[in-house]
């Protein structure tokens, strides 16, 4: 298995490092976009907790919603392409990302929040002054679940024609003695995931120093 491996790998070099950047464009843009929307989001519902309970559970159903079920649905809607799995990876990169900003700015310390508005600070100040750097790490946990959870989500694009490493292990399951080629496919998606959590991991730590 090890000498086909190898033989794959050579002779279809270029092939799988494209599909290995399209797998990361998928996921990583798909993320962003959801924290542009997920983080306002968040933060509207932290000070709106009458409607939070509804929307947070609006976003839970999605999660109940199996991926290739909503992926079907978004081909029906906008076609086959990299498009339809970057909405795929939007809807499931909610949750994440639009609770753990609810939480951690509801959880945040009042004595911080009073001292704050002692001082004269305005709900706009207080919010982005002492609420949002005090609830940063349970933000950022979710935007780190949100990007893992996004790799596996784009594995199922191939299934549109977006491409991404999902391409690479439906070629393999397809034909009689793929395992070599599932196994790289797979392994790709493993090292994307824990990549992606280490750059990440570094990214805090810098912003900390």
């Given at each position: 298995m090890i000498q086909e491996l190898m033989n794959y790998v050579s002779t279809n070099a270029s092939y799988i490092i494209n599909q290995f950047a399209i797998h990361i464009y998928i996921s990583v843009i798909g993320v962003v976009l959801t924290l542009i929307v997920g983080f306002p989001?968040?933060?509207?519902?932290?000070?709106?907790?009458?409607?939070?309970?509804?929307?947070?559970?609006?976003?839970?159903?999605?999660?109940?919603?199996?991926?290739?079920?909503?992926?079907?649905?978004?081909?029906?809607?906008?076609?086959?392409?990299?498009?339809?799995?970057?909405?795929?990876?939007?809807l499931y990169s909610l949750l994440p990302i639009v609770n753990n900003t609810y939480v951690g700015l509801n959880n945040v310390d009042p004595v911080y929040v009073d001292s704050a508005r002692g001082v004269g600070m305005s709900r706009f100040q207080v919010l982005y002054m002492v609420k949002v750097p005090l609830a940063l790490p349970v933000i950022l946990a979710g935007v780190r679940n949100a990007l893992v959870i996004s790799v596996g989500i784009t594995t199922i694009g191939s299934f549109v024609g977006a491409g991404g490493l999902g391409d690479i292990i439906l070629r393999g399951i397809t034909i009689t003695d793929g395992k070599s080629i599932i196994f790289v496919g797979a392994f790709l998606c493993a090292l994307i995931a824990l990549g992606m959590d280490r750059v990440f991991n570094w990214l805090v730590k810098q912003e900390n120093e």
């Open positions: 989001l968040g933060v509207f519902l932290s000070v709106n907790q009458k409607v939070a309970t509804l929307v947070i559970g609006m976003i839970n159903v999605i999660q109940t919603i199996p991926s290739i079920g909503m992926l079907t649905v978004l081909l029906i809607v906008m076609g086959l392409g990299k498009n339809t799995v970057i909405a795929t990876v939007f």
